[in-house]
């Protein structure tokens, strides 16, 4: 049984109060759909790469850097990072107060990265345009990173996701 703090909007949104049992896929994608709206709706990123992303980052929210720093993009420590870290293999990794709070900063992330402004000439439902964009900006060193966003895309139906942002509009 899982049990969740939800007040989503208003800078607040779902957050795993106690975890007794490992998410499954669909329930994060539940969890965290109106998150991913809300942030498209903020950064302009498509809602189905940034929860394609948080799924691939997090194992749907089971990674030990999701339960125990609110982490689901594996975000590092930066220098100018002031708030509080977890350490996960020797790598230092920014640790979040709440789930919200790593969605909302992986959106001012991409925001706000020079080596990210190209994306946001694509349209808001070009999520594999998205996909190769982010790998060719260095997001990930993964060589098939935008192939396994493109997979988890299209075989959960998240591009439905960018519809209902685009409707918020």
Avoid at 45 to 65: D, F, W
Avoid at 143 to 162: H, M
Wanted: glycine share 8%; net charge negative; charged share 25%.
């Amino acid at each position: 049984m899982i049990m969740m703090a939800t007040t989503i909007g208003g800078g607040h949104s779902a957050s795993p109060a106690v975890k007794e049992k490992k998410l499954t896929l669909k329930e994060y994608i539940e969890t965290y759909r109106d998150l991913a709206i809300e942030e498209m709706v903020f950064s302009g990123i498509p809602a189905s790469v940034t929860m394609a992303q948080g799924i691939l980052e997090s194992a749907y929210g089971n990674s030990n850097l999701a339960i125990n720093g609110h982490n689901h993009f594996g975000m590092k420590c930066k220098p100018e990072w002031t708030g509080e870290t977890i350490t996960v293999c020797g790598d230092c990794y920014k640790k979040y107060p709440s789930d919200y709070d790593s969605w909302h900063d992986h959106s001012v992330h991409i925001k706000s990265r020079k080596w990210y402004a190209d994306l946001f000439n694509l349209k808001q439902t070009d999520y594999k345009g998205w996909a190769f964009g982010l790998k060719k900006a260095g997001y990930a060193s993964d060589p098939r990173y935008a192939y396994s966003l493109i997979t988890l895309i299209e075989q959960n139906k998240l591009y439905e996701l960018d519809e209902e942002g685009l409707s918020c509009w």
